[in-house]
């Protein structure tokens, strides 16, 4: 089986470098601000950031606003009609991309979630990554 | 991910002087994958000459397949990589297959088990498997960034 597996990410990365995340898996985590069952999208809010999510793929699921999620996809670039997605009520105070949409394929509750462990254990693996990254560019074996 | 894994030296029979010789050692996905085989089966080498035979991680169920009678397959990922896991069923549900469970996806899992090869994909012989809650999937990031100093020296 082909998979990527998901990054962890979080949303203010995506929306300030949105054609960076293209075609690349990752993993998001924030509350679910609105969801749509007619068109399958979600609006996800973290801090001062927003993404929206194409639920498509992930079926039958119950929503429930206000809940934390994290979701594993892919970010593709969004159409037209997904801007019509945005939630206005939120568009003057939230920073957003109009450029992606996250593709989900998986999605978990995380209500409960310590976000402020999670956002440094999240620091902490991806410079441990980044040092062995870099040690191996360094010193080829 | 690179932890210069090195085959070790020493004879198979001081291999038991490695203390992961004998745990689940606790590693990331990404880590598993690139482990390298020794010659006597389901025995690998990661680090610095350190041995293991099974393994616990712990992460995102992202796929899940029961068409087979005889065993679940899994894809867990853990954000560092993704690996197959596969738990063979008991006579029991195999008799009765109503009773046959299987977690279902985006659950957070912590699987502990073989390490093997089969058919050239790494995958993990599910000894045990349980849900746990998100928070303990980042104790269990922090847990495995702790450990890797310690695959970085050599127990000889």
Partial sequence: MELEPGTPVFLEELVARPPQYIGRTVRATGTLHSYSPKTDRAALVDGQSLLL????LLGVHQYHIGQTYQLIG???ASAQEDHEELPKDLLEDVRYSLDIVLQARVVREVDGLDMAIYRKSVVLLRAFLQDETKTAITNPV | MNLDNTPCTRPPE???LDPLFWVSA???IGDLHLAIPSDLNSVYFIGNQHIVRSVEIVGIVVSVSTRSLKLTEYHVDDGTGIILCAEFTTPEEKSDPETRYSY???ETVLIEGRLSDFRDER???I?????IDPNQETLGWLERLALRDHLASSFI
């Fill in chain 2, 127 to 131: 000894r045990s498997i349980k849900s």
């Fill in chain 2, 104 to 106: 279902p996806l985006g």
């Fill in chain 1, 74 to 76: 892919v970010v593709v």
């Fill in chain 2, 123 to 125: 995958q993990i012989i």
């Fill in chain 2, 14 to 16: 001081d291999w038991g």
């Fill in chain 1, 53 to 56: 999510i194409d639920t498509k």
């Fill in chain 2, 26 to 28: 606790k590693l990331f």
